[in-house]
C-alpha cells in the first residue's frame, strides 16, 4: 500500500505565504503524476496544481502566479509554495499522487489533508 502525508499548514494573515509538503511511502515502484486539491467548506474538491514525473506542471486558472507546485523524486515528495495568500484560500488541501507498486498497477492514492486557513 501506499501512504501519502501532509504537513505545512496553519493560519496564516492574508498576504502571506505557506510551503505544504506531501510525502509519499509505501511499496512504490514508481509515481507518475501527483497533485494538489482544495475543498472549501460547502464546496467540491477543486484542482490547484499537477505536476507529472517530468515536472510539467498545469494550475488552476485562478492561482497561476501565487502557487508553485514542485517535487522532489528522491524523496518521492510534492511540494506546494503558497504565496500572497488569500481569505478565500482557506481549505483543506489534499494531495494526491498516481503510483504503480511493486504489487499493482497504477492507481489514485490521496492524503488525509491538510488546513490551511487565511485570515483577513
Known amino acids: 500500500q501506499v501512504q501519502l502525508v501532509e504537513s505545512g499548514g496553519g493560519l496564516v494573515q492574508a498576504g502571506g505565504s505557506l510551503r505544504l509538503s506531501c510525502a509519499a511511502s509505501g511499496s512504490i515502484f514508481r509515481i507518475n503524476a501527483m497533485g494538489w486539491y482544495r475543498q472549501a467548506p460547502g464546496k467540491q474538491r477543486e484542482l490547484v496544481a499537477t505536476?507529472?514525473?517530468?515536472?510539467?506542471?498545469d494550475y488552476a486558472d485562478s492561482l497561476k502566479g501565487r502557487f508553485t507546485i514542485s517535487r522532489d523524486n528522491a524523496k518521492n515528495t510534492v511540494y506546494l509554495q503558497m504565496n500572497s495568500l488569500k481569505p478565500e484560500d482557506t481549505a483543506v488541501y489534499y494531495c494526491?499522487?498516481?503510483?504503480?507498486?511493486?504489487?499493482?498497477?497504477?492507481?489514485?492514492?490521496w492524503g488525509q489533508g491538510t488546513q490551511v486557513t487565511v485570515s483577513s
Open positions: 494526491n499522487a498516481n503510483v504503480w507498486t511493486y504489487h499493482n498497477p497504477s492507481r489514485n492514492y
Open positions: 505536476i507529472t514525473s517530468g515536472d510539467s506542471t
